[in-house]
Every structure is written in structure tokens, then in C-alpha cells.
């Protein structure tokens, strides 16, 4: 399993009130095989996030992938963490299923036959067989996060970093989704509100105010963050 | 999102005359055909422009739904620029721009309809790939170019979206509660696809030779 480490990473964000810290510093070792990151809105995790695979570059402090640092191996760190949005269009950047995967793998497979064969596989393992060729437009919002999820993992990268993945799902889809990413070999960091989903995982992070306050076994944190005024 | 192409038109796979010809091919005709019609220019050649491209987009047997999308797609511009140009310069002139218009439209429509985005973009790498001793990155310019065949639709339904929100608050007539949010949306449209590019790591150059290794680990 790769490990991430935060070595007093902090983010400050400058605000039209000024200069906000909105993680302050930081230090975990995540080596365990799902970890989930809860916390209110605003309390940094998509923040904490995004550190992981260099969407937000810290302000202080260090984010270290299997040692090297995210903000000195960029494209290395990006080829083996993979990042899931809340919002699976926001991802999605082409029409169709099968071209959105196509062009994940087209680092890898030069000739079109087998860019099409890799997709259609990867496709069919997320249970998205039948729908290559259908507009992303016209996908349910749980199958296009699969898509989305399948259109990262393509890529083989060894971290999964999804932020919030759920949230704009049903029940049923959530739940779905939720099994998809239990099932997955990749390490998982999950961002998540949906706190049956960061029970299931193997160690839980709290974040309140920009500052880790619990850190743990999902369920004595999940028990901390009912308990938060 | 949108998930259409050029004109609103989404790639339908097919085993057609047009399906089969390479994308190169499409591609240099479509341009060859613009350059064309701009050049001689008259109300007798852009109508039978006009006419060969209906009768090609029909060619591809376009449902009824999608073909009254695509004629409101590719109507609405060319008609008022034609209604403009009867108005300043005469009948014959708003008839050949807009014959012409429309005639490019639907054939880009045609092109965007029989060609995947991946084909597209081998195609783009290929003709771009003796400028990468200019320091162009072949792989990045077919991507960026994919990415504004992606942006015009999107940006489009953008548009709609702001409209319905005005509408929805009584500002459908306010230009400030139209133009305002749909700069805002557009550029964080534009912001959240460039950060999606970086989290996929669509921008780096693509490696030569490795092996194919596709893992999932997932058994939905």
C-alpha cells in the first residue's frame, strides 16, 4: 500500500477580508487501505484533498507520496494518484462513454483498435457495458459517476482521492457507488459526508476549522463529530 | 454537461460510406469546401451548397428530434446574418452568406456526426506532428482542439441554463442577470474542466511503447 504524508502542511486562500488559513498545520500518515475525511462544509477536507495529487499546492509544510514530494514530482504524482469530483460533469470531458474512457488510455495504447478494446473493458467492469456509445448526457447521475470513477482508474494509478462522490446521488446510487469504492484495489482517500460509507472505511480523519480534531477508528470518530456543538 | 459536438451533433457510430472514410479525408474536404465557398461566393453556389449538405446530413438518418435540434442549431445565426445582410447589401448577397453558412454548418454538422473524437483526434496529432520541432506537442494541440469542439455546445447549454434562472426570477429581460452569471459560469466551466484535465492527467506527453495494463480492481 503507497502512504501519504502531510509534514505541517498548511493552506492559507486569500479572501477580500484578507488572508484566511483554511488548513492549518497538518501532520498524518495515511497508509491504510481506505481512509475517509469528514467534517462540516467548510471545515477543509476537500482541501485536504486536493493537496494529495497537487490540485492545491500547500502554503507551508510538505505533502509526500511514497516519500517524494507532490510539489517537486508533479507529473509523477499525478500518474499514480487519481482524483474523483463531487460532480462527475465536471469530469467528464467527452461526448460519449467509451471516447471519455478512450482518452484516458491513449497514454498507453497507440493504436485506436486497442484504445477501444481498453475501454470497452474498462467499461464493462464497472458494470457500463451497453452504454459505450450512449451521450454522457443521457446517463443516469450514478452511471455517470461511475464513468467518471472508471475514466480515472484507467489510467491504473495506485491512489483514488474521491471528494464527495456521493453527494449528488440517490440512495440506491449512492449505495452503489459506495460498494464501487469499497471493492476498489487502489488506496482510497474518501471525502464524504455519507457517514455509513466513512464507517465501512479503515481509519477516519475529522476535520473542524481547517484543524484535525479526531483521528482514528471511523466509528469512535464518527461518534466525535456527532458529538461536535 | 452538453455531450454534443459541432452544431449539437453527437457521434453516432455506423458502418456508412462516410463512417468509413478516413477522418483526414472529411476533414480536408470540409476545409477545402469552406475556402471554396468563401472564395466564389453567389446565391447560386451557396444554395446548392446548402442543398448537397441537407442532402448528406440527411444521409445520416438523423431522428426527427435530433434533426429539429440541428436546424435550430444551424438556422438561427445564418438567418439573422442573412436578414442583416438582405438589409444592407440586397437580396443576393444575405442569400449566398447565408446559404453558405448553413451549408458549412451541416456539413461540419455531418463531420461531427460520422467521426469519433478519437479518431479526430489521431487524425489532428498526425497533421500537427511535423510542428513538434517547433516545441508543439501533437498529442496537446488535438486535445485542445477537442476540448473547443467540446466548449461550443457546452457553453451554449451554459447559456440556456442562465436564461431559465433569469426567467425563473422574473430578469428574463435584464441583460446584466443574463451576461453577468454566464461570464461566471463560463470561466468557472473553463476552471473546473482544467482542473478535471490536471486531476486525469490528460496534459502530460503520452508515453511511446509501454504495455497495455488495464486494472480496475472493481466488480460492480
Known amino acids: ?42 471545515s477543509g477536507k476537500s482541501t485536504l484533498a486536493r493537496l494529495v495529487n497537487g490540485l492545491v499546492a500547500p502554503t507551508g509544510g510538505r505533502v509526500l507520496v511514497d516519500g517524494r514530494d507532490v510539489a ?31 482518452l484516458s488510455v491513449r497514454r498507453r495504447h497507440r493504436r485506436p483498435a486497442d484504445r477501444l478494446a481498453a475501454a470497452t473493458a474498462v467499461l464493462h467492469d464497472f458494470g457500463l457495458a451497453g452504454l ?5 448526457h443521457a446517463l443516469s447521475g450514478g452511471q455517470r459517476q461511475l464513468l467518471a470513477i472508471a475514466g480515472v482508474l484507467a489510467t491504473d494509478p495506485a491512489i483514488l482521492v474521491a471528494d464527495e462522490p456521493t453527494t449528488l446521488l440517490d440512495l440506491r446510487n449512492a449505495r452503489h ?48 463529530y456527532r458529538r461536535l456543538p | 454537461m452538453s455531450s454534443a459536438g459541432v452544431a449539437g451533433a453527437a457521434y ?43 442532402g448528406l446530413y440527411l444521409t ?51 463531420l461531427a456526426t460520422v467521426t469519433s473524437i478519437d479518431e479526430m483526434l489521431d487524425t489532428i496529432t498526425r497533421l500537427v506532428r ?18 473547443m469542439m467540446r466548449s461550443l455546445p457546452a457553453t451554449l447549454e451554459t447559456a440556456r441554463e442562465t436564461r431559465q434562472a433569469a426567467q425563473a426570477r422574473g430578469l428574463e429581460r435584464d441583460v446584466r442577470a443574463l451576461l453577468i452569471p454566464l461570464a461566471i459560469r463560463t470561466v468557472a466551466r473553463a476552471r473546473a474542466t482544467g482542473q478535471a484535465i490536471h486531476a486525469r492527467n490528460l496534459m502530460d506527453p503520452v508515453d511511446d511503447g509501454r504495455t497495455s495494463r488495464v486494472r480496475s480492481g472493481a466488480r460492480p
Not at chain 1, 517537486?72 to 482524483?83: D, L, N, T, Y
Not at chain 2, 510542428?131 to 477537442?146: D, I, K, M, N, T
Request: proline fraction near 4%; charge should be positive; include cysteine.
Open chain 1, 72 to 102: 517537486e514530482h508533479g507529473r509523477a504524482i499525478r500518474r499514480r494518484v487519481a482524483f474523483c469530483f463531487a460532480d462527475p460533469a465536471t469530469q467528464i470531458v467527452m461526448p460519449t462513454a467509451i471516447e471519455d474512457v478512450a
Open chain 2, 60 to 110: 445520416t438518418r438523423p431522428g426527427r428530434r435530433t434533426a429539429a435540434r440541428t436546424a435550430r442549431r444551424v438556422l438561427v445565426v445564418p438567418v439573422i446574418v442573412g436578414m442583416y445582410q438582405v438589409w444592407q447589401r440586397g437580396w443576393d448577397h444575405g442569400v449566398a452568406v447565408s446559404g453558405n453558412l448553413i451549408g458549412i454548418l451541416l456539413l461540419a454538422t455531418v
Open chain 1, 132 to 136: 459505450e456509445h450512449r451521450s454522457v
Open chain 2, 12 to 54: 453516432r457510430p455506423g458502418d456508412s460510406f462516410l463512417h468509413r472514410m478516413p477522418a483526414g479525408t472529411k476533414l480536408a474536404a470540409l476545409t477545402l469546401i469552406g475556402a471554396m465557398a468563401t472564395i466564389w461566393r453567389s446565391a447560386a453556389t451557396s444554395t446548392i451548397l446548402a442543398t448537397c449538405a441537407l
Open chain 2, 130 to 147: 511535423p510542428l513538434r520541432h517547433l516545441g508543439l506537442q501533437p498529442e496537446l494541440v488535438a486535445f485542445a482542439f477537442s476540448l
Open chain 1, 1 to 42: 500500500m503507497t502512504t501519504i504524508e502531510f509534514d505541517r502542511a498548511r493552506v492559507d486562500a486569500v479572501t477580500a477580508e484578507g488572508e484566511v488559513r483554511i488548513l492549518h498545520d497538518t501532520t498524518l500518515r495515511l497508509a491504510e487501505h481506505r481512509v475517509a475525511v469528514i467534517g462540516a462544509n467548510g
Open chain 1, 177 to 224: 457507488i459506495g460498494d464501487v469504492l469499497m471493492t476498489l484495489s487502489q488506496q482510497l482517500v474518501l471525502v464524504t459526508h455519507d457517514l455509513e460509507l466513512a464507517a465501512r472505511c479503515d481509519r477516519a480523519i475529522l476535520l473542524e476549522a481547517g484543524r484535525v480534531v479526531a483521528d482514528g477508528p471511523p466509528a469512535q470518530v464518527i461518534d466525535t
